[in-house]
């Protein structure tokens, strides 16, 4: 028995959204392949969006991205083989590790929040500063309504 599922009248927002984050991070991807890292993959943002300051447990980052500690840290040993992030035991918790940015990783990092300082102003340009600062309290309140770990 076949049932007819009506289609809606236009795209839901969840497909806009998806389709826009990944979008995003196939440009973000392709600035860092151009400015001579073709190493890096989109999967490696779950480290370079969790990764700040002096090191991190591997652990906390895996929460901070919403993935698990296995996934976390997949990307870890791979960026790790790449040169670009060293993992040393945490002098705290034995178990632990810590992750911390090799010089290799601190330039590729520096060019990504390059690369996003100049997509903010290239929004703000493109759309008005009211318009931007309006789309990006709609996608903050959409996070805040799914996600309490916001921010």
């Known amino acids: 028995m076949s ?3 009506d289609r809606l009248d236009r795209k839901p927002f969840i497909s806009l959204a998806d389709k826009a984050a990944s979008a995003l991070g ?3 991807v392709r600035q860092a392949r151009e400015r001579g890292h073709s190493e890096i993959r989109l999967a490696h943002n779950a480290v370079f969006a969790t990764l700040y300051g002096e090191a991190a447990r591997t652990s906390d980052m895996a929460a901070r991205a919403g993935i698990t500690k296995q996934s976390m840290g997949e990307v870890v040993r791979e960026l790790a083989e790449l040169g670009l992030v060293e ?3 945490d002098p705290d918790d034995r178990r ?3 992750v ?3 010089e290799k990783g601190i330039e590729v990092t520096t060019g990504g929040r390059r690369y996003l300082e100049e997509l903010e102003e290239r929004f703000a340009e493109e759309f008005g500063e009211e318009k931007y600062e309006h789309a990006r309290e ?3 309140k959409v996070i805040e309504l799914f996600d309490p770990t916001f921010p």
């Open 96 to 98: 632990a590790k810590l």
């Open 138 to 140: 709609v996608l903050e």
């Open 26 to 28: 196939a440009d973000m």
């Open 87 to 89: 993992v040393k035991p």
């Open 100 to 102: 911390a940015y090799t």
């Open 3 to 5: 049932r007819n599922v």
